[in-house]
């Protein structure tokens, strides 16, 4: 059983994101003594608690039915005042767009425009419903922001929002750290909203906090796409929408002029901000904690909470036992730290022992580890690509079932039969999705019956060539190797003899295309007429060390919303790469131009 926190009404069973104000948790709501669901809670720090937080909180139930129940703000919220009081809302898996952006820095991931504006673009919807409620938010800031794994975007701090910054002159400390996003002077609520707005799509374009009380003028002058590894000046039209957010030169006076100018840069540029592509990002980047969220929250929904019921009180102990926040009391720490201390000592011993054996294993043939190498490299890529297929069958499922919805409720004939026409649509996108899962899952499994042949063989080999060998003597026996020196065995290396690595130049090469993924025409094109002539996407791919493709930049697209460029991007994304080589290791690096062809259509 697991070991959860209660905090009112909720266990909480993991931190998920930190920020100036507190923390957000995964929670779970409990019936009897079995799993409920999962919830999102919002906990508060000590210097907003300091600041009047835990007086005040009951405020914030006046927002939340100016906000109406939209989805951008989250769903369900429910707060719970007292000596401890916090906020609850729908779960929704995620991170922070905080989190987002540091992970993507780490990683060293691009996150090009495309990206940004998707994001952007659901921020800057959040605000204009707040304002048209005649609510503003005054806050805003990175760790306002949830980006689901599925790439939609929320403001979930907005029931709360206006009651955070009448608290930041007594919590300096927050105050502090939001500072690059509440430079905007005092009076305007849009212009404050807007200018956080901007100084976030500033950070999202170049991975830099906007500078306090500096030159902006001069900053936007001299930013580049840093986020995008192109080092390059801020795209004209992005610069002079970052001017009229930051420098506060031609604002926008009302939330619709805003609104206008937002969609002429989403669509009028050569960007194509999608949700499915902030899916694939979101995916590429967070695969490990969104792998081991699905894994934790699997074990709670299995759990048996009976220690943490009325009748179960005595049972409060060891590994079940209750921690109870009071105040802002943290119990047993040390027992805990004492505990991670000696699993990751027994961790590293195991790992010792693997590097060990891996470079105490005598050698085989290099062709046979160059080949299982390549097929262990295929089978991660087409494990991202069921990935990417599952999260896109999803995406149409909960767009299928919205739709049934509309429809059930319009009276408009019109109406109905556009609706009509999309749930067709989808069922069409719908059975394509499914062929692909299915090719892609028996690819896979081919794929893991050669590894598996091969690998048999390999071992056989070994113990062949170990059997021939004689014993070696004991002055010679290998040493365990640190681990800062064990080879990524996911990609194979050039097989030459070490010996001559030190005379011979490495090899160099761009990442490059394996498999090209077939083009799926875009149904809007035909509709509106553009499929009479011949029509050509050019793109670059930037590919990780594995040869996954991490972000799609459309060197030269198709203007207009007819979909050439979304359906090149989405097959670029289901194609398969071979990763840059450089100094004969593999690297992340873009591919060479590739050029996607559509026919036309008669």
Same mark, same amino acid.
């Given at each position: 059983?697991?070991?959860?926190?209660?905090?009112?009404?909720?266990?909480?069973?993991?931190?998920?994101?930190?920020?100036? $104000?507190?923390?957000?948790?995964?929670?779970?709501?409990?019936?009897?003594?079995?799993?409920?669901?999962?919830?999102?809670?919002?906990?508060?720090?000590?210097?907003?608690?300091?600041?009047?937080?835990?007086?005040?909180?009951?405020? *914030?139930?006046?927002?939340?039915?100016?906000?109406?129940?939209?989805?951008?703000?989250?769903?369900?919220?429910?707060?719970?005042?007292?000596?401890?009081?916090?906020?609850?809302?729908?779960?929704?898996?995620?991170?922070?767009?905080?989190?987002?952006?540091?992970?993507?820095?780490?990683?060293?991931?691009?996150?090009?425009?495309?990206?940004?504006?998707?994001?952007?673009?659901?921020v800057a919807q959040g605000i204009v419903q707040m304002q048209a409620k005649g609510v503003s938010h005054g806050v805003l800031s990175p760790h306002s922001v949830w980006v689901s794994f599925e790439g939609a975007t929320q403001i979930v701090?907005?029931?709360?929002?206006?009651?955070?910054?009448?608290?930041?002159?007594?919590?300096?400390?927050?105050?502090?750290?939001?500072?690059?996003?509440?430079?905007?002077?005092?009076?305007?609520?849009?212009?404050?909203?807007?200018?956080?707005?901007?100084?976030?799509?500033?950070?999202?374009?170049?991975?830099?906090?906007?500078?306090?009380?500096?030159?902006?003028?001069?900053?936007?002058? @001299?930013?580049?796409?840093?986020?995008?590894?192109?080092?390059?000046?801020?795209?004209?039209?992005?610069?002079?929408?970052?001017?009229?957010?930051l420098l506060g030169r031609q604002p926008f006076a009302t939330v619709e002029a805003f609104s206008t100018e937002l969609e002429r840069v989403l669509y009028d540029g050569e960007y194509s901000p999608t949700t499915f592509n902030m899916a694939f990002f979101m995916h590429t980047l967070?695969?490990?904690?969104?792998?081991?969220?699905?894994?934790?929250?699997?074990? +709670?929904?299995?759990?048996?909470?009976?220690?943490?019921? *009325?009748?179960?009180?005595?049972?409060?102990?060891?590994?079940?036992?209750?921690?109870?926040?009071?105040?802002?009391?943290?119990?047993?720490?040390?027992?805990?730290?004492?505990?991670?201390?000696?699993?990751?000592?027994?961790?590293?011993?195991?790992?010792?022992?693997?590097?060990?054996?891996?470079?105490?294993?005598?050698?085989?043939?290099?062709?046979?580890?160059?080949?299982?190498?390549?097929?262990?490299?295929?089978?991660? @890529?087409?494990?991202?690509?069921?990935?990417?297929?599952?999260?896109?069958?999803?995406?149409?499922?909960?767009?299928?079932?919205?739709?049934?919805?509309?429809?059930?409720?319009?009276?408009?004939?019109?109406?109905? *039969?556009?609706?009509?026409?999309?749930?067709?649509?989808?069922? @069409?996108?719908?059975?394509?999705?499914?062929?692909?899962?299915?090719?892609?899952?028996?690819?896979?499994?081919?794929?893991?019956?050669?590894? @598996?042949?091969?690998?048999?063989?390999?071992?056989?080999?070994?113990?062949?060539?170990?059997?021939?060998?004689?014993?070696?003597?004991?002055?010679?026996?290998?040493?365990?190797?640190?681990?800062?020196?064990?080879?990524?065995?996911?990609?194979?290396?050039?097989? *030459?003899?070490?010996?001559?690595?030190?005379?011979?130049?490495?090899?160099?090469?761009?990442?490059?295309?394996?498999?090209?993924?077939?083009?799926?025409?875009?149904?809007?094109?035909?509709?509106?007429?553009?499929?009479?002539?011949?029509?050509?996407? &050019?793109? &670059?791919?930037?590919?990780?060390?594995?040869?996954?493709?991490?972000?799609?930049?459309?060197?030269?697209?198709?203007?207009?919303?007819?979909?050439?460029?979304?359906?090149?991007?989405?097959?670029?994304?289901?194609?398969?790469?071979?990763?840059?080589?450089?100094?004969?290791?593999?690297?992340?690096?873009?591919?060479? +131009?590739?050029?996607? &062809? $559509?026919?036309?259509?008669?």
């Amino acid at each position: 059983m697991g070991t959860y926190t209660r905090l009112g009404s909720y266990l909480l069973a993991s931190e998920l994101a930190s920020d100036p $104000f507190g923390s957000v948790h995964r929670a779970v709501i409990i019936a009897g003594n079995g799993f409920d669901r999962h919830v999102l809670v919002r906990t508060f720090s000590e210097e907003c608690f300091q600041a009047g937080m835990n007086t005040r909180l009951a405020e *914030a139930g006046r927002v939340v039915p100016l906000l109406g129940g939209a989805r951008i703000f989250g769903v369900g919220y429910r707060i719970e005042s007292g000596k401890t009081p916090h906020v609850a809302w729908d779960y929704v898996p995620g991170r922070s767009l905080a989190q987002l952006i540091e992970k993507a820095k780490q990683e060293q991931i691009p996150f090009g425009v495309d990206h940004a504006l998707t994001v952007i673009q659901g921020v800057a919807q959040g605000i204009v419903q707040m304002q048209a409620k005649g609510v503003s938010h005054g806050v805003l800031s990175p760790h306002s922001v949830w980006v689901s794994f599925e790439g939609a975007t929320q403001i979930v701090d907005a029931p709360y929002a206006a009651l955070l910054k009448s608290l930041l002159s007594k919590a300096p400390a927050a105050n502090q750290k939001l500072t690059p996003y509440l430079q905007s002077p005092e009076g305007n609520a849009l212009q404050q909203d807007l200018f956080a707005l901007g100084a976030m799509l500033y950070e999202l374009l170049t991975f830099e906090r906007l500078p306090a009380g500096g030159d902006l003028q001069s900053v936007l002058e @001299q930013a580049t796409l840093k986020a995008a590894q192109e080092e390059a000046p801020l795209p004209a039209e992005i610069r002079a929408f970052l001017g009229r957010l930051l420098l506060g030169r031609q604002p926008f006076a009302t939330v619709e002029a805003f609104s206008t100018e937002l969609e002429r840069v989403l669509y009028d540029g050569e960007y194509s901000p999608t949700t499915f592509n902030m899916a694939f990002f979101m995916h590429t980047l967070f695969r490990e904690e969104n792998d081991r969220d699905a894994t934790a929250m699997k074990a +709670e929904q299995a759990d048996n909470y009976m220690a943490y019921t *009325a009748a179960g009180e005595t049972l409060r102990s060891g590994a079940t036992r209750v921690e109870h926040i009071d105040g802002h009391a943290e119990a047993q720490v040390s027992q805990k730290n004492s505990t991670l201390l000696i699993g990751g000592g027994l961790a590293a011993v195991v790992v010792l022992g693997l590097g060990y054996m891996f470079f105490g294993r005598s050698k085989v043939d290099p062709a046979m580890q160059k080949q299982l190498a390549e097929l262990q490299l295929l089978k991660v @890529q087409i494990e991202q690509q069921k990935s990417d297929l599952d999260a896109r069958a999803k995406a149409e499922a909960d767009k299928t079932a919205q739709l049934q919805k509309q429809l059930s409720e319009t009276k408009s004939a019109e109406e109905k *039969a556009r609706i009509q026409k999309q749930l067709e649509e989808a069922q @069409q996108r719908k059975l394509e999705l499914e062929k692909q899962q299915k090719a892609t899952e028996q690819r896979l499994a081919e794929q893991k019956q050669n590894e @598996q042949k091969l690998a048999e063989q390999k071992k056989a080999a070994e113990t062949k060539v170990a059997a021939a060998l004689p014993p070696p003597p004991a002055p010679e026996i290998p040493k365990p190797q640190p681990m800062q020196e064990a080879p990524k065995p996911v990609v194979p290396t050039p097989s *030459a003899p070490q010996a001559a690595t030190s005379s011979v130049a490495l090899p160099n090469e761009p990442a490059r295309i394996v498999t090209q993924s077939p083009l799926t025409y875009p149904i809007r094109a035909i509709q509106m007429g553009r499929a009479k002539t011949d029509q050509v996407v &050019k793109l &670059k791919v930037f590919v990780g060390e594995q040869g996954q493709p991490l972000k799609v930049s459309v060197v030269e697209g198709v203007p207009g919303p007819f979909g050439f460029d979304e359906a090149a991007i989405e097959a670029a994304n289901k194609s398969t790469y071979s990763p840059a080589i450089r100094d004969g290791k593999p690297v992340r690096g873009w591919t060479a +131009e590739i050029s996607y &062809k $559509f026919q036309k259509r008669h």
